[in-house]
Every structure is written in structure tokens, then in C-alpha cells.
């Protein structure tokens, strides 16, 4: 096939790609980004990082590539997607009842979006089922209804809002007899960083279903809700779960709930007013009058000052595990630890599960589950990429266990997701292997063995 060349490759790493899963889509500089780098360059100063070290230097511009990605839709036109692809299409000429372009109810199921949480500035995952019932012999190219939910999600959202929005948008753009929307809205928790994900089977999501309907579809109660809904029901959509318009008052994000972790910093928070303007919002709009202060309250979580204490204390108490000189050796695990992270290439968090397996003998005593996930959440709660972890809770549980260690690190990567690299449910996997794992490929196979399937997904 060809060998690679190197030259062209040195010049694509110093044009923004990167090693290690980061990957850097390259876009225009413009005037606003500047301003977008500085902003950052505050925040990461205010969590008392060197914004000159190796693994910083070029974090504001990868900032700005994914906030500028991730919110393109301000600068996005529906009529520049809509006009051109509508398309004359007949519907029954004779007869009872209808089909084709005239009164045929059309769905497109499972649309992946993603997008920006207007109250905290972090991202969630959105599942989109859009149906439209075609008027005037006129129908719509399919991949179009994508385009235009798209246009929506990348700014910052509401469920509610952002189903307003697109159904508003197809309804005036492809003028239908009809359009209804449905979203599963999913939203990372805020985690208490007191008990910080005591267990593998944490709740690590809020989930919201929200809908919104036009002309047929503008009564919830109409037949032809009930037809759109029957032909989602294997999406796991309940029209009693649908969130109710009423309610819409009530911020679904965590970040409204979460504890008080006091003020903030306000060269930060006035950081991130200023990213807000560059991405042309307005931030005094009532909606986003606290985000600045709820994003810098969520960075600040990654500060890690008290953790390290409580996880120092809690490691020096347990040095002691040389017991005897036999060796019955077998291979023990912890499997399923969860954590959550910030990856400090895009300010941006990224979260899965960790298995730990040891070679144990009497010599070494089998420590306790809730030690080795104080070590998981101790590394995950700073700024971090996904190798540097894996490497750290390796060294860190080898450090107690006598040396041979094997773990498995896997996590989904927003950051990834916000830019349209990577597809909802996939993950990344990173392993460290020490001591005797790393010449013993039977022990590996065996502790890779014992790994449950599907771990990460978000549930």
C-alpha cells in the first residue's frame, strides 16, 4: 500500500494532529478565537496550571477548534440546507386514503446530535426521531431533516428549546401539513465529590424526553401522534415520559441542583462570559446570566486540592502488605471502578470504568475495593488524558500490590463526540501492564478474560 511519508507526516503533527486520541480538525483562525485562547488561558491559570507545559501549550486553540465546532450552527442558515432539496413527489391519485407526497406520514429514527448545555456549558447527547406529513405533492430529501436538527443542536440548548426549534424550522422551511419532534436528552451528573461514584452501577446520566409538534401535530392527543409514536416504539419511547410543556420552567441540567462548593472565581467566570460572547451569545440573556459561574464551579472540581489529602492519608495506613513467604498465587480484579475526568487537550470531561487485576499471593494482602477507587478517583479528578491515568492507578496500585499489575482503562470521550469524530456508545480502551503481566500472556488473557462486555455505555 505504500509507505508513509514522513515528511507530509511531520507537517500534518505540526498543523494540529495529534498522538494518543485527541484528534485536532484544523479551521480558519478568526478574530473571535483569539479572544476565545485568552479566556482559556485564564481558566487554566485559575486552576493553578502552567499553561506552558507540554501537554497545555496548545489546549486554548484546542478549546476554540471545539467550542467553535460544536456551536457552528449560529452561523448555519435552514434555508441555505432546505432550498434545493425539496422535491415533487405524487401522492395516491384515486381512492381512500394517502401516501407519497400528500398526507403520507414520513419518520427518520435515531438521528445521533450532540450539544451544548446552555446552563453549564457542558455537552449532552441528544437520540432524534423527526416524522413530517408532506403537503403540496412536496417532499424533503431525507438527509436534510438531519441537517437542519443539526443546524439547532450546535448552539447552546434546552431539550425543550431545541425541539421548538427544529419543528419551528422544518415547518417554515419544507412548509408540511405537519412536523413532530422527539428527544432523548442525556446529561452527565454533576457527582457528589464526597462519595465521587461509590459504585460501578451509578445513575452517571440525567435523561430527559421531550416533543414538540406543528400543524397536525400540534394537539398532542391526535391520531397521528399515535401512529408517529407507534413506529418508535422500539426506541424506548414512552409518551408517559415525555416531559410535560409546563415543566419546562424546571432546568433539567444537574448543575442547578448540585451542592455549593462556594464562590467563584471572577477573573474565571468573566473568562467565560467573554468565550460566550466570542461564540456570539449574548451572555446576559437570562438563561445563561449564571452559566459562566456554573462551568467555573464544575472546572474547579478538577483542582483536586482536598482529595489528595484525604487519598494520602488513606494509602499510608495500608504500606504494610508483606505477610509470609509463600507463594499460592493467584489472580484477583476489581472490576468496573467508575471515573470521571477532564481532558485538559479541550476542558472537556470524559468518564468509563477501570479494571485492576493483581497477581496475589500471601505475601501480599488483597486490598479493599473502596481503597483502589479512591486511587481511580484521585488520578481522575484533575485535568488528564486517558494514557497518563491508565499509567498513574497502574504505578499507584502497584505501589500496594506488590508490583505485578494489569489495567484496563475504558472511557467515553466527549470531547471526541462534540466534534464529530466519534459515534455515540463507542469508547476508547487504554492498558498498563506491569511486573510479571508484562511477560506473562496467560495471565493477561486470563484477567482479560474476567472483563464484562459493553461497561462504558452511558446508563
Known amino acids: 500500500m505504500g509507505a508513509l511519508n514522513e515528511g507530509r507526516f511531520n507537517v500534518e503533527l505540526e498543523n494540529g494532529v495529534t498522538l494518543g486520541g485527541c484528534v485536532e480538525l484544523g479551521l480558519e483562525r478568526e478574530p473571535e478565537t483569539f479572544a476565545i485562547e485568552d479566556a482559556v488561558k485564564v481558566l487554566l491559570q485559575g486552576l493553578g496550571e502552567d499553561i506552558n507545559r507540554e501537554g497545555l501549550r496548545k489546549t486554548p486553540l484546542r478549546v476554540v477548534n471545539a467550542l467553535r465546532e460544536g456551536t457552528r450552527g449560529y452561523r448555519e442558515k435552514v434555508k441555505d440546507i432546505v432550498q434545493g432539496a425539496l422535491f415533487p413527489e405524487a401522492g395516491l391519485e384515486s381512492g381512500i386514503g394517502h401516501a407519497g407526497g400528500a398526507g403520507g406520514l414520513v419518520i427518520v429514527r435515531d438521528l445521533d446530535l450532540f450539544s451544548y448545555c446552555e446552563s453549564c456549558l457542558l455537552p449532552f447527547q441528544v437520540k432524534c426521531h423527526i416524522g413530517y406529513v408532506p403537503s403540496g405533492n412536496r417532499v424533503v430529501g431525507l438527509s436534510k431533516l438531519s441537517r437542519v436538527a443539526d443546524v439547532f443542536a450546535k448552539r447552546l440548548q434546552d431539550p425543550h428549546r431545541l425541539a421548538d426549534e427544529v419543528c419551528s424550522a422544518l415547518q417554515h422551511g419544507i412548509k408540511p401539513a405537519g412536523v413532530a419532534v422527539v428527544l432523548h436528552c442525556s446529561h452527565i451528573h454533576f457527582p457528589s465529590f464526597e462519595s465521587a461514584f461509590p459504585e460501578s452501577n451509578h445513575h452517571r446520566w440525567v435523561k430527559v424526553l421531550v416533543s414538540s409538534g406543528s400543524g397536525v401535530f400540534e394537539n398532542n392527543k391526535a391520531d397521528i401522534w399515535g401512529d408517529f409514536l407507534s413506529l418508535l416504539k422500539f426506541r424506548a419511547v414512552n409518551v408517559e415520559k415525555i416531559h410535560p410543556r409546563d415543566s ?5 441540567c444537574p448543575s442547578q441542583t448540585t451542592s455549593k462548593i462556594g464562590p467563584a472565581n471572577s477573573g474565571m467566570t468573566s473568562a467565560v462570559a467573554s468565550i460566550l460572547q466570542s461564540l456570539g451569545e449574548d451572555p446576559s440573556r437570562k438563561e445563561l446570566i449564571g452559566t459562566p459561574t456554573r462551568f467555573v464551579k464544575w472546572l474547579m472540581n478538577f483542582k483536586n486540592s482536598n482529595l489528595e489529602v484525604k487519598l494520602n492519608g488513606f494509602v499510608l495506613g495500608q504500606m504494610d502488605t508483606v505477610k ?20 485538559e487537550h479541550h476542558l472537556l470531561p470524559f468518564h468509563g470504568v477501570v479494571h485492576i487485576g493483581y497477581i496475589s499471593t500471601e505475601r501480599v494482602n488483597r486490598i479493599g475495593k473502596s481503597l483502589l477507587q479512591s486511587i481511580v478517583h484521585f488520578h481522575g479528578f484533575k485535568l488528564q488524558v486517558q494514557e497518563r491515568l491508565t499509567r498513574q492507578i497502574a504505578e499507584t496500585a502497584a505501589s500496594l500490590l506488590g508490583g505485578d499489575v494489569m489495567v484496563v482503562v475504558e472511557a467515553h470521550h466527549s470531547c471526541m463526540v462534540s466534534r464529530g469524530i466519534e459515534k455515540f456508545g463507542s469508547n476508547t480502551a487504554t492498558v498498563a501492564v506491569l511486573g510479571r503481566f508484562s511477560t506473562d500472556p496467560t495471565a493477561r488473557a486470563k484477567f482479560l478474560q474476567s472483563i464484562p462486555n459493553s461497561t462504558t455505555t452511558g446508563g
Open 248 to 252: 419546562a420552567d424546571k432546568c433539567w
Open 324 to 343: 509470609s513467604t509463600h507463594y499460592d498465587e493467584h489472580i484477583q480484579s476489581e472490576l468496573n471502578l467508575s471515573f470521571l475526568s477532564q481532558c
